[in-house]
């Protein structure tokens, strides 16, 4: 296990490993962890990285709405997408299309924008292949079905929403209160398919409920409360 330590500088002052930060391998373990590469820099902060589904690349959601796509084998920048907002939000999630997904293009790449944008980029030639736009509700999290036929979003509406990869179309709106178990009373900050069950997303916020859906119901099968979720931080 790995512990770091930071000094006492202000957050946007320090580099992205400081020399104060160190790693400590419990002794007991056999599993030991060390610094691999650094990439990136500090002018503008990282709101969620995801590697690829080859491991060969890792997405970056930066906060001046960019997303950097680093080589894992060379540490080094291979594509920026996104670069030049007029008005800069925050990338605030990425996630890679699933391999086994319909369509022919491949190295597609999916992201919401604080701004109210969840947009569709080919990463290689860096061309945006589709946005939908929301611009009274702040997009804070996507996630794909596993086969890749849906993804769905999230965001300060308290809505989870879930569209047709294909199409692009709104295929399905989770409120809850329809017939019973309430959803989310506050903005939700990261959603996730259940991986053995296509028709199960789970959802969290800042409500201090994660709530679990199933798609074939309008209201939440169950909700277990406590969690304080501000991120990209439930995992299956």
Request: with cysteine; charged share 25%; aromatic share 8%.
């Amino acid at each position: 296990m790995a512990f770091l330590a930071n000094n006492e500088e202000e957050e946007e002052n320090l580099p992205p490993m400081t020399d104060d930060t160190f790693f400590e391998n419990a002794k007991s373990s056999s599993i030991k962890i060390s610094l691999k590469a650094q990439m990136g820099d500090i002018k503008s902060p990282t709101f969620c990285v995801r590697f690829d589904h080859n491991d060969k690349y890792v997405a970056a959601a930066r906060g001046d709405g960019s997303i950097s796509i680093f080589n894992v084998l060379t540490h080094k920048e291979s594509y920026r997408l996104n670069e030049g907002m007029e008005e800069p939000m925050p990338t605030t999630i990425v996630r890679w299309r699933p391999i086994c997904a319909p369509g022919v293009t491949k190295n597609v790449l999916i992201a919401t924008n604080a701004k109210g944008h969840i947009s569709h980029y080919h990463t290689t030639s860096g061309k945006l292949l589709n946005r939908i736009n929301d611009d009274v509700n702040q997009l804070l999290t996507c996630d794909y079905k596993p086969d890749g036929y849906d993804f769905v979003t999230a965001g300060t509406d308290t809505v989870v929403r879930v569209y047709d990869e294909q199409t692009r179309q709104l295929k399905l709106e989770l409120t809850g209160g329809v017939n019973g178990e309430p959803g989310h009373s506050n903005r939700i900050f990261c959603v996730k398919y259940y991986p053995e069950d296509p028709n199960m997303i789970v959802s969290g916020g800042w409500d201090k409920c994660i709530k679990i859906w199933d798609t074939r119901t309008p209201d939440p099968v169950r909700s277990i409360q406590g969690p304080y979720i501000c991120g990209d931080a439930i995992d299956i």
